[in-house]
């Protein structure tokens, strides 16, 4: 008799025709609803990772799914010789909601990578008067993407070592405000980072360090641009996360839950920055199609008219007193904020944690050996975040057993 689950068999298809650049699924994922997901052998999960901060409305949302079948009927792709409605719409949206206004100015792309990209080629473009700033500063551990220019800005040798020689320029720094006064200087053309470390574990910068960040820029003319990639689009209980601190970058870069899953991604400049393009420098076949734009304006549209934005601080907490009051041997702290949550931990469990979840029906995220991520649809509810953390302590104490068998 042939127990070959449907898993197995697309396991083995996977291994056979995609690049081993990637790594083999946990999972093989055939459908999903609001914040659940289910594989192909029917088995239901509760889905707290939302593609790495990119579902924000969770799955099959009605309002994605109109927009799409809508804007495909219509128009899904004119390259960037032409203007559409919802590009158009797109931008001054992004441009309220930054708070970038009159001066702002937007570019798309189609990706976090290579909105990063177009940032890395904005710094290179703040020449100073003398055309001495050559360098650009980024932080050690933080990620900013995975294509040369953007591995370049990304503080992490184990991924570079491969790809050497990098792009010469970026000098990574540790993040103190004592190593980033030693680092800059007039030759400096721009300092970029993540406000919260999300592949590093979702790690809070220093207090103080944003705001250090803006003096220190701006006393050397350098360009502050910020990765919002992962913290933006209301996940942290603002539209962006910069928000929080009262610091004006000069620009952001944004993707994973602006369009809810559709690939699109965005820089914005602010003030001076916006002045830098011009004609031709860069472009994007298919930055800022219709149908991208399109599905990014009811995305957002439906996060703000449901005040889900707000409602990221709310939930956010409800989910950190709960690890809290789980009250596991295996917690350190937890950091983040809003609906972006790293769980810091005493032992690197963290895959066995992940995997244990993964079993009774949960999906959390270890990037690293000693952290969990935790970063659920802004959907979520009150109830599922309640079985989150029923799951959660499960897992916990099911590695935490298996570590006192081991050492006994």
Same mark, same amino acid.
């Given at each position: 008799?042939?127990t070959?689950?449907?898993?197995?068999?697309?396991?083995?298809? %996977?291994?056979?025709?995609?690049?081993?650049?990637?790594?083999?699924?946990?999972?093989?994922?055939?459908?999903?609803?609001?914040? /659940?997901?289910?594989?192909v052998?029917?088995? !239901?999960?509760?889905d %707290? +990772?939302?593609?790495?901060?990119?579902?924000?409305l969770?799955?099959?949302?009605?309002v994605?799914?109109e927009?799409?079948a *809508?804007?495909?009927?219509?128009?899904?792709?004119?390259?960037?010789? &032409?203007?559409?409605?919802?590009?158009?719409?797109?931008?001054?949206? +992004?441009?309220?909601?930054?708070?970038?206004? *009159?001066?702002?100015?937007?570019? =798309?792309?189609?990706?976090?990578? !290579?909105?990063?990209?177009?940032?890395?080629?904005?710094?290179? +473009?703040?020449?100073?008067?003398?055309g001495?700033?050559?360098?650009?500063?980024?932080?050690k551990?933080?990620f900013?993407?995975?294509?040369m220019? $953007?591995?370049?800005?990304?503080?992490?040798?184990?991924?570079?070592?491969?790809f050497?020689?990098?792009?010469?320029?970026?000098?990574?720094?540790?993040?103190t405000?004592?190593a980033?006064?030693?680092?800059?200087?007039d030759?400096?053309a $721009?300092l970029?980072?993540?406000?919260?470390?999300?592949?590093?574990?979702?790690?809070?910068?220093?207090?103080? &360090?944003?705001?250090?960040?803006?003096?220190?820029?701006?006393?050397?003319?350098?360009?502050?641009i910020?990765?919002?990639?992962?913290t933006?689009?209301?996940?942290?209980g603002?539209? %962006?996360?910069?928000?929080?601190?009262?610091?004006?970058?000069d620009a952001?870069?944004? $993707?994973?839950?602006?369009?809810?899953? =559709?690939?699109?991604?965005? +820089?914005?400049?602010?003030? /001076?920055?916006?002045?830098?393009?011009?004609?031709?420098?860069?472009?994007?076949t298919?930055?800022?199609?219709?149908?991208?734009?399109?599905?990014?304006?009811?995305?957002?549209?439906?996060?703000?008219?449901?005040?889900?934005?707000? #409602?990221?601080l709310?939930?956010? !907490?409800?989910?950190?007193?709960? @690890?809290?009051?789980?009250a596991?041997?295996?917690?350190?702290? @937890?950091r983040?904020?809003?609906?972006?949550?790293?769980?810091?931990?005493?032992r690197?469990?963290?895959?066995?944690?992940?995997?244990?979840?993964?079993?009774?029906?949960? @999906?959390?995220?270890?990037?690293?050996?000693?952290?969990?991520?935790?970063?659920?649809?802004?959907?979520?509810?009150? $109830?599922?975040i309640?079985e &989150?953390?029923? @799951?959660?302590?499960?897992?916990? #104490?099911?590695?935490?057993?298996? *570590?006192?068998?081991?050492s #006994?």
């Amino acid at each position: 008799m042939n127990t070959e689950t449907q898993t197995e068999t697309w396991n083995d298809r %996977f291994g056979a025709s995609l690049m081993r650049s990637l790594t083999p699924p946990k999972v093989m994922l055939e459908r999903g609803q609001g914040c /659940r997901v289910w594989d192909v052998d029917g088995k !239901e999960y509760l889905d %707290f +990772l939302a593609g790495i901060a990119v579902n924000s409305l969770g799955h099959a949302h009605p309002v994605l799914v109109e927009a799409i079948a *809508d804007q495909a009927a219509k128009l899904v792709h004119v390259s960037n010789y &032409f203007a559409t409605p919802p590009q158009l719409e797109l931008a001054e949206r +992004l441009k309220r909601i930054t708070g970038a206004g *009159d001066a702002g100015r937007v570019y =798309f792309g189609n990706s976090g990578a !290579e909105a990063n990209e177009a940032a890395f080629k904005l710094a290179r +473009l703040n020449k100073g008067a003398d055309g001495r700033k050559t360098r650009i500063l980024a932080l050690k551990q933080g990620f900013h993407g995975r294509t040369m220019g $953007a591995l370049a800005l990304t503080g992490k040798p184990a991924l570079q070592e491969d790809f050497l020689p990098m792009i010469p320029g970026v000098d990574h720094v540790d993040t103190t405000i004592e190593a980033l006064e030693h680092a800059i200087d007039d030759t400096v053309a $721009a300092l970029i980072l993540e406000p919260i470390k999300g592949e590093a574990g979702v790690v809070d910068l220093p207090d103080g &360090f944003l705001a250090a960040a803006r003096r220190l820029t701006e006393e050397h003319g350098a360009l502050l641009i910020l990765d919002e990639i992962q913290t933006g689009v209301g996940r942290t209980g603002s539209w %962006f996360a910069f928000q929080h601190l009262g610091v004006v970058p000069d620009a952001i870069t944004i $993707a994973k839950g602006i369009a809810g899953g =559709f690939p699109i991604g965005a +820089l914005v400049t602010f003030g /001076r920055a916006s002045e830098l393009f011009s004609a031709g420098q860069h472009g994007s076949t298919f930055g800022g199609n219709p149908l991208g734009t399109r599905v990014a304006n009811a995305v957002l549209g439906e996060i703000e008219d449901a005040g889900l934005v707000d #409602a990221a601080l709310v939930k956010g !907490e409800r989910i950190r007193a709960g @690890i809290a009051a789980i009250a596991s041997p295996l917690v350190e702290e @937890i950091r983040g904020r809003g609906l972006l949550i790293g769980v810091g931990l005493h032992r690197p469990v963290a895959a066995a944690i992940s995997a244990a979840a993964l079993e009774r029906g949960l @999906i959390v995220n270890a990037p690293n050996e000693a952290s969990l991520r935790i970063a659920p649809p802004l959907i979520v509810s009150d $109830a599922e975040i309640d079985e &989150f953390l029923s @799951i959660l302590a499960q897992s916990m #104490a099911a590695v935490e057993g298996a *570590d006192q068998e081991t050492s #006994a």
